[in-house]
Every structure is written in C-alpha cells, then in structure tokens.
C-alpha cells in the first residue's frame, strides 16, 4: 500500500527534525570513523500505529548526507511514498528493535572496535564490559560494579532471516538485549527510547569497546 505524506501532515515536521539530526550525526560519526564510507545506517521512529520509521537510503555516504537521502518505510520496511528512494538493505533490523525492544531510534555503526572484539569474542557469543564507570552512561545501570554482555550474532546476507534470528533473541534474551548487539566482523546496533539515547548509547559503547580493546592488549 503506497500512502502519502498528505495522510501523515503531522509527521512531516517530525521527518524535517530527525533528518536535521541525523545528517549531523552522520558527519561526527564518519569523523569518528565509526561510518566509513557508505557503511552504516540510521533510523529514527516517527508514528507507532501504524509504524513508520524514517531510515537512510541505501548506499549513502554518511559523511555528506542530505534531506534526499532518507525514506519512510512501514512495519515490513517497505518505502511508504513513491519514488521515495530505497531504504537501507538491513532496515528490518531497525524495524525489529522498535517492534521487539520499543526502540524509538536505532543507530547502526561499522566501527573498528566493534569489527575487531564481534570478532575476537564470537565464539563465545557474548562481549563481557564489566566495573567501567561509563557503563553507568547505558539506560537502567546505576553503578560501575556491574556486568554487560553484549550478544554477538554472526554475520548474514539474508536480512529477513537474519532479522527473524535478532527478534527471537529479544523475545529469549531480553535480559541481554538491552541496548545494544554486534554482528562479527561487521559492526554494532544501539538503540534507545529516543534518539538522544540511542546516540548516548552509541557513544558509550564505542567508548567501552575501544577501552575493552586496548586492555586486552590491541592496538
Ligand atoms: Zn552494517
């Protein structure tokens, strides 16, 4: 079903905003070097009945993007307007967190740190981050002396059977998947609330990978 945005008036000012936010993001995160390239995408939820997410379009470099380079999808990631351009090759990811976990935003990065410990730690399924203070930064932890660990899925062309493996694991694992999981060799989702958490989060676990990483004796 193709909808337009004269149905949704009221989410048009929504799209402008997190589009605003999301392009500046786009630029700290390349500079981070935590989207290289085209790598990487980003959404940001904007109606919950029906879902609708604003994503970024496939292939675009998240160092320069613009208001042309995102799309609206419903909750089977399918480009609500015509002519819109197409979404992100893994926007069923974004769609199951905010379906699973009641995600408002989901930030998808391709960091080194995230490309190097989903990998180092793949065999045992899960990155342990255990007593930083920065773990405080993630949503409900309130004291350093505490233990996260991060699922690490394998890495898969197939996004619809890729993202019906994630959304069992929110329904088995949810005591795990709480802000965030990595895909070896590939990179990490966070997610949150809102998209200011979903950035704070991103931020932290960065922070908390590259710390884990240099402890373990990386570069
Ligand atoms: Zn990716």
Redesign the pocket.
């Known amino acids: 079903m193709s909808l337009s945005l004269a149905q949704f008036p009221q989410i048009q000012s929504k799209i402008d905003e997190a589009a605003g936010e999301l392009i500046s993001l786009g630029k700290f995160y390349h500079q981070r070097g935590w989207c290289m390239g085209t ?3 980003f959404s940001v939820v904007l109606e919950t009945e029906p879902l609708l997410m604003l994503v970024t379009a496939s292939g675009r470099d998240k160092s320069s993007l613009t208001r042309s380079d995102f799309t609206v999808v419903d909750q089977h990631g399918m480009a609500v307007m015509p002519d819109a351009p197409k979404p992100s090759a ?1 926007t069923l990811l974004h769609i199951t967190a905010a379906q699973q976990a009641g995600a408002g935003a989901v930030l ?1 990065t ?1 960091s080194v740190w995230s490309t190097v410990l989903s990998q180092r730690h793949f065999d045992r399924g899960y990155l342990d981050i255990e007593g930083f203070e920065m773990l405080k930064g993630l949503s409900g932890i309130t004291t350093h002396e505490t233990k996260v660990s991060v699922p690490i899925f394998d890495n898969a062309q197939d996004i619809t059977e890729f993202s019906k493996l994630v959304s069992g694991r929110f329904k088995e694992d949810a005591g795990n998947m709480r802000h965030s999981y990595m ?1 070896r060799k ?2 990490m989702h966070c997610w949150g609330k809102d998209l200011s958490e979903a950035k704070r989060h991103v931020e932290i676990m960065e922070f908390l990978l590259e710390a884990v990483g240099r402890l373990e004796g990386g570069q």
Request: hydrophobic share 10%; glycine share 22%; charged share 10%.
């Open positions: 790598s990487g995408n893994e998808h391709h895909i590939h990179g």
